[in-house]
Structure formats: C-alpha cells, structure tokens
C-alpha cells in the first residue's frame, strides 16, 4: 500500500482481466524455469486455468547474457478454460538485454514490460548483439515500460546474511515473482511454504529467498510506477481434487497406475535423454510401489532390457526422443516378431540428428508407423495434452498386454514439459487390465492365437511344460520353431496386420467437436490440440460450420473415420512437421486434404491456425 505526502493511506485501484499471458525471461543461470513453476502454483490456488510453456535452451550452460542462454517460461491464467499457454505476451519480465531482444517480438501493444536495470550495461547489450540500447532508442515506446532495480533492491535486503555475491543474486528470481505476485494478486504463501520446505537444510539460503521474495512483493505493494494491479476471477471447474501436472510426471502415473491395474511389476528401462528423462526420475521415485528403473549405458541396452522385462512378465517400458527411436528401431522389430507387450515412449523433439534437442516438433509419425525393416506394424497411441499423457500412457499399456503386442506412445517436448491442472480420477473408474499368463500345457504351442484379438498367450519363463523358442528368426506358425518356408512367413506377416486391423475393435466411436458435417473438418494429433480447439470454437461461436476431430489411434486409424472424412468439403490438417498425418489421410482415404505445417521448434498459435481455417472458408 502507498501513501501520500502527509501519510494517509492511498488504496491502489484493481483491474479485472478475463485472462493474463505472462513470461519470464532471463539468462539459464536465472531460475526463470522456477519462478515460471511457482507462479504457476499460485495461479493454480489461486483458482484460475492454467496452461504453460516452458522454453530453455539446449545448451547446458551457454555463455551468460547471450542470445544462445535465453531461459523462458510462459502461463497462461484465465477465468476460463485455458486450451493453450497463450499466443502474444500481455506481460515480459526480463531479467538481462539478451532476454528481451529474444522475447520482445511476442509482446502485444501496449503489454507490461518489467525488467532489470542494472544487467542494461554496455556490456551486456554488446552480449546481446545490440547496437543500440534499447532503453533509449524509442523502439519501447509502444509498451508500457517498467524499470525496477531488481539486483540492487534484492542486494540490500540480503545485506546482513554475508552471502557469497553469488547466492545473492541466485535470489534475484525470488524477487522478481514477489513483484508480478503483487501486480496480479497471486497468494505468496505457496512459495513461501516451498521455500521453507525446498531450503529447510540450508536456513540461510532459505532465509535470503523468503526476504527476496517478501521485498518484490512489498516494492509491488508500495512503488509508485505501479498505479494499479490486476485481478484475474477463478475459472470455473468441475469439483474434484485437482493437481498441477506436467506431460512427462503424467505418462510416469499412467504407467504406474496401469501396472497396479494389471497387478504386474513395473520396468521401465532406458537412457537419458532430453526431453524424456523426467519419466526415469519420476519413476525412480516409486520403489515402493513395485516399480524397477534402470538407467542403461545406452539406447539398445534400454529397449533390450525392457522387452526382456516384458517376456519375464513384467510392464516393460522404454522412453526416449527422436535419436534414441533410430537406434531401439531394430529391437522393436525383435519385439514385433516375438509379440511381447512392450512400450516404447517417443516424446518427440526437433531433428534430424541432434536437431533442437529442447524444442517441440512431431515429425516421429511416420518413423513410428514405418520405421522397421520388413513388415513389422505396430499400434500408435498419441496423448494431445500434458493431462491427457496419463491416460494415453495407461490405453498404451491395456493394449499391449490386450493384444500382446509393442506399442508406441508418442508425446513431444511442448507435452513434456506443460502443465495443467489435472483432475485425479479413482483407481475405480480406470479400465481394467486383464492379465492371464497360461500355465496349462495341454495343447500348448506358442503361436496358438486367442479368436478374438490374434493376441499369442504369454508365459512367464519356468513355467513347467511350457517351454518354447523365442528368437529373431521367422516362427513356424504354431510351434515357434524356425521355418524358412515361403508360404509361413507370409502367413505370419498376414497375421500381424491382421491382429492390429482387430484393435480398431477397442478404439471407441470418434469425437466430433462440433457438427458432424459441413464445410471444414480440422484434423490434428498430438500437441495441436489445444491450439486447434480454441481455433475452432472462435469460428463455431460465428455460427461457422467448422468442426475438430484429434486423433488419438493412429494405427489403427478409427474405423468411422472415413465416413467423417466425407461428410465435409474440405479438411485441414495442422502438424508440426511437413504434413506426414496429412500423407496417411490422403493414402488411405483418397482426401484432398490440406495441410498447414509448422516447423519452427514451437508450438501453433491459435491465431495461426485461425488464420488458415478463415482462408478456407472464404476460397
């Protein structure tokens, strides 16, 4: 609270917004992922919807202030439903010129712009690759501009700690989330509790982070460049237990939760590697809970030792990025032809090659559907937001084990490493995952298919008179005895693709967002969800005919598909990648559909797509 000249208390007024985008931005030694998390939190509590945006550099310390270092996290919050982490900025805190000469482009006129002015040196803007200052050449006249002395204020609050000149200004980013705190009425207890909690071994630091925080919060409150703050009204939700999750905690629970279903151990073998790393850690976490985590000397090894899991009758499961899928590629197919239940998570990111390791794309589809020697098809799964990577972790599971066969799960970066408020279902209302191991060996052979899925039994290694071969070389039909005969192995390819064709039997009737014909279907999978949706209902409120329909299945594709297919004019197909989806479409149903690709190691606007959806319309 201010005052006036003679002391009387000055109330700042309160403005009501529907819904605030809002990024943090500073070098990778920043804390920006931390303060973004933690405003994130207070938002969540705070009652609103929330989608979020974290964006930080593959390097894993790139020189300080250049533009390589930049560390970024966008949210979000709204008073409705939030579909995405938000197109343009209506606020940019930047701690350092490199920060903002990155993150500029994305602020809206007239849009908050809060920064450090004692990183503004001459040096730093030379970091940066500016030629002239941009505190001075007019190029921020259209914002409203908000110097704080955020390193000079934190170093006076910390005075009397004597901490290292180092961990003082490691609490800079404290101070920064204490002053949007204030400016958008966000609850600090959150942070504080988590402060106390995270640095409870270390009461100095823990000390110097609740000061920091404190003091932003308290220069919000009583500055006189702020003349007013803003208020953003909760969202409406339905009632439940709620949690803030990311994509990659959420595909670690629908494992675990699919392996409690199933009543099997966990296995979950595999090899660093950004951006999947995070299911490892989250996994590791639940040794009590019959869970086994193996951190393997590379990509092979991983995928070797879950598909050994997985014939000794465990849940095996392998993560990985883009790179990893090239070199697990020839396992799978071991996996394929053995027909083991074994799950390989792809969580994509930019290539070829190393590509843009920490940035989003979706060009593994047509890897994961084709990217096998010989005929070796298998089930795609695709989760289309970070929540939603629960229960597409857990389908991937009840498929395998249902019809014992690998399946894919595809995720990305931007799923990854999201975040939403996740409603946490009962234990009671998940699907069962029924699991029948065959101990009887009369008429055993073990290639004897069940009628209805084609799915071979599954024995767990010792059980007596069960023993059979297993091995990388052609099957006879029954027995699994090598055979070279021309005619078995055809029959044993035909039989795969057929088993695939009967899990279509399992993929429910497909969602239409909107009407069930008319004059454009936009087909998305993966993370356009979000992006499509709040596209799409800007046309339907015009009274548009303009319907989404996000695929899930993959392979197989929905069996009514085609029939929605044609009951509109036109389709839209929004990928980020150079239209593989768009290719499967037009293959198998002899579509003219159109595809809007985006290639850039980010996630659609929604604006984007809407600009597509109109020109579609008008032609």
């Not at 995070?278 to 000397?297: G, P, R, S």
């Not at 290639?447 to 007596?464: H, I, K, S």
């Not at 899930?552 to 989806?581: H, S």
Request: negative net charge; charged residues 20%.
């Amino acid at each position: 609270m201010a005052t006036n000249p003679i002391g009387a208390p000055l109330q700042k007024p309160v403005q009501e917004r529907e819904s605030v985008v809002i990024r943090f931005a500073g070098d990778s030694g920043d804390g920006m992922q931390l303060t973004g998390m933690q405003f994130t939190t207070e938002s969540v509590l705070a009652g609103n919807d929330i989608g979020t945006l974290p964006d930080f550099p593959a390097e894993i310390r790139a020189p300080a202030g250049t533009l390589y270092g930049v560390s970024a996290f966008q949210v979000n919050f709204s008073s409705k439903n939030v579909y995405t982490a938000g197109d343009d900025l209506d606020a940019l805190v930047v701690m350092n010129p490199a920060a903002l000469k990155t993150n500029l482009p994305d602020l809206k006129p007239n849009g908050i712009l809060i920064y450090d002015t004692a990183e503004f040196t001459e040096s730093n803007l030379k970091k940066a690759e500016y030629t002239q200052n941009p505190l001075e050449d007019g190029s921020l006249d259209k914002y409203q501009v908000y110097p704080v002395e955020i390193t000079k204020i934190t170093t006076l609050a910390l005075k009397d700690l004597n901490l290292p000149n180092r961990s003082v200004m490691r609490c800079r980013n404290f101070f920064a989330l204490g002053v949007v705190s204030w400016l958008f009425n966000r609850p600090i207890e959150p942070t504080q509790k988590w402060i106390k909690e995270r640095f409870r071994r270390n009461p100095e630091v823990m000390e110097a982070n609740l000061r920091a925080l404190q003091a932003g919060y308290h220069y919000g409150e009583n500055t006189e460049i702020f003349a007013s703050s803003y208020e953003v009204k909760p969202a409406p939700i339905a009632p439940g237990t709620y949690r803030n999750i990311t994509g990659n905690t959420a595909t670690a629970l629908g494992f675990l939760a699919a392996a409690y279903k199933a009543g099997l151990p966990l296995f979950l073998g595999s090899y660093p590697i950004t951006p999947a790393s995070d299911v490892l850690h989250e996994l590791a976490t639940f040794k009590n809970f019959n869970v086994y985590t193996f951190q393997a000397e590379d990509e092979i090894a991983g995928v070797g030792s879950a598909l050994g899991a997985a014939f000794g009758g465990a849940i095996g499961i392998t993560t990985t990025a883009g790179p990893g899928m090239n070199l697990k590629a020839e396992t799978i197919g071991l996996a394929a032809a053995v027909e083991l239940p074994l799950v390989i998570t792809d969580i994509q990111r930019a290539g070829p090659s190393t590509g843009m390791p920490t940035k989003p794309e979706q060009a593994d589809l047509l890897q994961a559907l084709y990217g096998r020697h010989g005929e070796a098809p298998l089930p795609v799964i695709a989760a289309a937001t970070p929540a939603d990577c629960f229960y597409a972790a857990f389908e991937a599971v009840r498929i395998a084990v249902k019809y014992m066969t690998p399946v894919i799960l595809l995720t990305d970066g931007y799923l990854a490493n999201a975040s939403e408020p996740w409603l946490l279902p009962a234990v009671s209302d998940l699907p069962e995952i029924k699991v029948e191991f065959r101990t009887d060996p009369h008429g055993f052979f073990p290639y004897l298919r069940d009628e209805t899925t084609l799915a071979r039994p599954w024995v767990r290694p010792g059980t007596p008179g069960l023993e059979h071969r297993i091995g990388g070389l052609e099957k006879d039909y029954l027995t699994g005895n090598i055979s070279y005969a021309p005619l078995n192995h055809e029959q044993m390819v035909r039989v795969r693709y057929r088993k695939m064709a009967k899990i279509t039997q399992d993929i429910p009737p497909t969602k239409i967002d909107g009407p069930d014909r008319g004059k454009l279907l936009v087909i998305g999978w993966g993370s356009t969800y979000g992006s499509i949706a709040a596209a799409v209902k800007e046309f339907q409120e015009q009274g548009k005919a303009v319907s989404h329909v996000h695929l899930r299945y993959l392979n197989p594709l929905p069996a009514d598909l085609g029939g929605i297919i044609a009951r509109f004019d036109k389709v839209l197909v929004p990928e980020m990648n150079m239209g593989q989806l768009l290719r499967v479409l037009r293959a198998e149903y002899l579509v003219d559909a159109v595809g809007l690709n985006k290639i850039q190691g980010r996630p659609f606007k929604v604006a984007e797509i809407a600009a597509r959806i109109a020109r579609m319309l008008e032609e």
